[in-house]
């Protein structure tokens, strides 16, 4: 059971973890091939700037829920040796239900914004591409975000046989790069 | 006022509880906010801030420089950096530890972060330590300080962050991180020097190297040299020369740096089509991290200067009637307190909001204070309990206590506050470069 369930999530992730790799392999190769038009024949992208903008919602947004899946989001680990047992997990599966109510009005709020936006027909600068769109993007990315943190805070509390062990889900990323 | 205060403290509870950084700064951000203003208007505050950050175009040099750090790595350069240290420091007293320090530096030049310095030296660094004998405090600690140069030396993720949070030039920021991160360096080669001297055991000389291997060794990084030149002096302005006027902002300096990090890993054969995608990923999901961070601590920074706090601490500092000299003696001795808890971005991202509006309108510069909390930051990394580089390498070296790292870190802890005390005294240190940048 708790196999087939890890295999479904390993699918999922896939998806979204392409589109933000592709996502961001198009953002370097632009950057650089922007400079060196620039340089060689002043001929800069002059869409790249709202291409940036457009890449970087894709990148940060597809890759949201995958975190929050995987529990990566940044956490300060200080007090982790008080809690043991039966504890990690109650306060593991409270938090992430509380980090997904979070997500709830937010979302909400960024659903109205997209409309308005489509309402209005705001458009990017160069390329006349609806704002909505990206908008509804970002929506989108942040309600899967809000259910996976409720659905792994239920089964975290309800059904733990579901997840791996712990040290099969660990190491799922390098180093954090933020310090 | 109290409204900020309480809510501080709330998100200080709340982060200790282990909720996600970015969530406890979200949610005590937008309750804090509706409590100043309405709901609606927290609401929209909170939305717009979320669209706004995942679309910044100046945010883009987040993913672009990590991904930089990651493919250069691919293409075996920690390794090469430690060789190159190595054939010319090598047959010194403490020579394998100063080359550690030195590859440390130059791995600092092309990766933002300080644990991944700290990380990837150490499997590089640690096996030709023990090697030749070097005690485990002495190995340990090297690393351990050396890597916290990562995030002074440029790029840094954390100067982004801060220049993002101030609205401080960052190409400023990096260009002034270049003279305090060599001083570093220098203080921290003279740190080996001294553990040496008091303990000759600690770390034996190696074998002298010949000119003939040197120039073999240094060979294997040019290349990479070439990309720091590159990216570091586009964004000085260096090339901004006759005949092709090239600067570059600090997005596209991070782009070039992708891109030729990429390149340099494909030329070595250090890429395939699969280790490729899992570092675009990797870097993806590191970004994601750190975005959620960056929105939760834009929320609560609109809620703590709604609330007045700044205002009110400048109110206080004046009515106390402090120097601002002593002012920033007690904002670093909070980070230091601070430091000895918490992690560095959470740290940075609960102080900067408070701390930098009281710290310009005393008059220092923005980019000074910038470089000074780096350094204390980086402090903070080697500081017991919570250095986390230290927990870093205590997770590559397992068989080292924790306080066998802690002891030999002393000599480099004290340097740094030495580099602390000049960078105060001489803002000159910090402020040259950048000056220079017009």
């Known amino acids: ?179 | 006022m109290e409204a900020a205060l309480i809510g501080f403290a709330v998100v200080l509870v709340l982060v200790l509880l282990r909720l996600p950084i970015a969530f406890a700064m979200g949610l005590v951000g937008m309750v804090g906010y509706w409590y100043e203003t309405s709901f609606r208007g927290a609401l929209s505050m909170v939305g717009r801030i979320i669209i706004d950050t995942a679309q910044d175009y100046g945010l883009s040099v987040i993913p672009l420089f990590i991904l930089m750090g990651l493919f250069v790595n691919k293409g075996g350069l920690s390794r090469d950096l430690y060789r190159v240290s190595y054939d010319f420091l090598g047959h010194f007293k403490g020579g394998l530890a100063m080359a550690t320090i030195v590859a440390c530096g130059g791995f600092s030049a092309i990766c933002g972060s300080s644990l991944a310095t700290a990380a990837t030296m150490s499997k590089v660094a640690m096996p030709q330590m023990r090697k030749y004998g070097y005690s485990d405090s002495l190995s340990t600690a090297s690393i351990a300080a050396g890597g916290t140069l990562g995030i002074l030396i440029p790029p840094s993720v954390i100067l982004v962050i801060y220049g993002l949070l101030t609205e401080t030039s960052i190409g400023k920021l990096f260009i002034a991180g270049i003279i305090p991160g060599i001083l570093g360096v220098f203080l921290y080669l003279f740190a080996v020097r001294f553990t040496v001297l008091v303990n000759p055991k600690a770390g034996p000389a190696g074998e002298r190297s010949s000119w003939k291997e040197r120039l073999a060794a240094l060979s294997g990084i040019w290349s990479v040299l070439l990309l720091f030149v590159l990216v570091i002096g586009g964004l000085y302005g260096a090339f901004n020369v006759w005949p092709i006027y090239l600067t570059f902002s600090p997005t596209e300096a991070a782009g070039m740096g992708a891109m030729g990090a990429f390149l340099i890993a494909l030329s070595r054969g250090g890429l395939t089509l699969k280790s490729t995608y899992s570092t675009l990923v990797e870097t993806a999901y590191t970004t994601a991290g750190l975005f959620a961070v960056l929105i939760g601590a834009w929320i609560f920074s609109n809620f703590i200067n709604i609330a007045g706090l700044p205002e009110a601490l400048l109110g206080f500092v004046n009515q106390a009637g402090f120097s601002p000299f002593t002012v920033m003696l007690m904002i670093l001795a909070v980070y230091v307190v601070l430091g000895c808890v918490f992690e560095s971005l959470s740290m940075l991202l609960l102080t900067v909001p408070i701390f930098f509006p009281l710290v310009t309108s005393l008059g220092f510069d923005p980019i000074w204070f910038g470089i000074i909390v780096v350094v204390v930051v980086e402090i903070s990394l080697i500081t017991p309990p919570v250095g986390l580089n230290v927990f870093v390498l205590k997770g590559v070296v397992q068989d080292v206590p924790t306080a066998t790292i802690f002891k030999g870190v002393t000599p480099f802890w004290l340097v740094d506050l030495i580099r602390l005390a000049l960078l105060l005294a001489f803002p000159a240190l910090v402020l040259y470069l950048p000056q220079q940048m017009g």
């Not at chain 1, 509804?136 to 809000?146: D, E, H, N, R, W």
């Open chain 1, 1 to 179: 059971m708790s196999a087939l369930f890890r295999k479904t999530c390993l699918y999922a992730e896939a998806a979204p973890a392409a589109l933000a790799a592709i996502a961001l392999f198009t953002l370097m190769v632009m950057t650089f091939m922007d400079v060196m038009l620039r340089s060689a024949f002043n001929e800069p992208i002059e869409a790249a700037s709202e291409l940036t903008r457009i890449l970087m919602a894709v990148i940060v947004f597809s890759s949201l829920p995958i975190i929050s899946a995987r529990g990566t989001h940044i956490v300060v680990d200080l007090i982790d040796p008080l809690f043991r047992g039966i504890a990690v997990r109650i306060r593991d599966g409270v938090i992430d239900i509380i980090a997904g109510l979070l997500m709830i009005w937010p979302t909400m709020r960024c659903f109205t914004l997209a409309e308005r936006a489509r309402d209005f027909g705001d458009v990017t600068e160069f390329l006349n591409i609806p704002q909505f769109y990206i908008i509804y993007f970002i929506t989108f990315f942040a309600a899967v975000t809000a259910i996976v943190l409720l659905a792994k805070g239920i089964i975290t509390l309800f059904i733990p046989s579901l997840l791996a062990p712990p040290q099969e889900r660990a190491e799922t990323m390098a180093p954090a790069q933020e310090g």
